[in-house]
């Protein structure tokens, strides 16, 4: 969970409890029940979404570690066919395969 969303649910429910601990003086500051209720249900749906984006985040890591071993094999497999073509041919033939390098 990100800190900033830990940090406000936090604070939230603090004044919730405090707001239920202490009802009547809660609705003698303009806190009803409903707008009390709505704070509850906002601190559900954070945790909610913050749970959603952990486990995205996590599956987004996981895609993108394979997506670099992808990468790395075909690295290495072009490095692999550019050395085949370069040994066995001169460098003047190396353009007509893809391979602009020089030496």
């Known amino acids: 969970m990100y800190q900033i969303f ?3 649910l936090e604070k939230s429910k603090l004044i919730i409890t405090g707001i239920k601990r202490n009802q009547r003086m809660g609705r003698d500051a ?4 409903a707008l009390l209720q709505k704070l509850e249900d906002d601190c559900k749906r954070l945790e909610a979404m ?3 984006l952990d486990r995205i985040q996590e599956e987004y890591r996981k895609k993108s570690d394979k997506a670099h071993g992808v990468l ?3 690295k290495q497999h072009t490095k692999e066919v ?3 073509v370069k040994s066995k041919y001169d460098q003047t ?4 395969f893809g391979i602009p390098d020089k030496r």
């Open 30 to 33: 303009g806190v009803d029940e």
């Open 82 to 84: 550019k050395r085949n």
């Open 6 to 8: 830990k940090d406000q």
């Open 50 to 52: 913050s749970a959603e």
């Open 72 to 74: 790395d094999d075909l």
């Open 93 to 96: 033939w190396w353009i007509k």
